[in-house]
């Protein structure tokens, strides 16, 4: 089962910043934080990875509390390409079946012009 | 770098009759991946093979899901006889290994409908 809770929808306007929330309160120490979104017809795309340290790349921010029971992914200007489901994701880093990616419902992310 | 590839796009068959899936994934990619996806649902796992041994194949039907990666590189995924409910999109994905950091690549998919 996913072990992370997020908003089903949100919408954002173009050109303006995008804090898409993620809860994982169960989260252990050895698990990775991931963030995938899925364009629509397409499949998963990654997006962001972090372990405790906030993480920055060319497509957002990654922002991790300090209890790391939650995230935050930043968009930092919305485009309407960005209008996709985003997926926060707990993954061990043990490896093997352990380690596998389990999706949840994520939120779908609307981009109004 | 060529992305990870899959065919068909798409298929329509009828219940109880068998389909193939192809994958391809990038060079170099250890560890392959099957997800189904149901509309509205996020992806889910059906197998993980790494080089050509089954990691995890905990979610996979087996009494009608098949699945294989020979030679360590592409794979299949077969399903026999087909229900109603096996109407998804099936992704194919790869990573480097097995590292839970590593990213995993996932190809366009195969919409599958059964009639």
């Known amino acids: 089962d996913a072990k992370t809770t997020q908003p089903n929808s949100m919408e954002s306007n173009e050109e303006e910043p995008v804090h898409l929330p993620c809860n994982h309160s169960?989260?252990?120490?050895?698990?990775?934080i991931h963030w995938y979104r899925q364009l629509p017809s397409q499949g998963p795309e990654y997006v962001i990875h972090?372990?405790?340290s906030n993480v920055n790349n060319r497509m957002a921010s990654l922002a991790i509390a300090e209890d790391r029971k939650s995230s935050t992914l930043i968009l930092h200007r919305a485009t309407l390409r960005d209008a996709a489901v985003y997926y926060c994701?707990?993954?061990?880093?043990?490896?093997?079946?352990?380690?596998?990616?389990?999706f949840g419902k994520g939120t779908k992310l609307s981009v109004k012009p | 770098e060529a992305g990870v590839a899959q065919s068909p796009r798409y298929k329509i068959i009828e219940k109880r009759q068998s389909v193939a899936f192809w994958c391809n994934p990038i060079?170099?990619?250890?560890?392959l991946y099957w997800y189904q996806q149901i509309l509205g649902q996020g992806p889910k796992l059906l197998i993980q093979?790494?080089?050509?041994?089954?990691?995890?194949d905990s979610q996979l039907p087996k009494d009608r899901f098949s699945a294989e990666r020979l030679k360590g590189v592409d794979s299949t995924l077969k399903i026999q006889p087909a229900k109603l409910e096996d109407s998804a999109v099936y992704l194919c994905?790869?990573?480097?290994?097995?590292?839970?950091?590593?990213?995993?690549?996932f190809g366009p998919g195969t919409r599958l409908t059964v009639l």
């Open positions: 994905a790869s990573s480097l290994d097995l590292e839970g950091f590593r990213e995993q690549f």
């Open positions: 169960t989260i252990s120490g050895t698990d990775y």
């Open positions: 972090g372990l405790t």
């Open positions: 994701i707990l993954r061990p880093n043990y490896g093997g079946s352990q380690g596998n990616l389990i």
């Open positions: 060079s170099g990619h250890a560890t």
């Open positions: 093979f790494q080089n050509n041994g089954v990691v995890d």
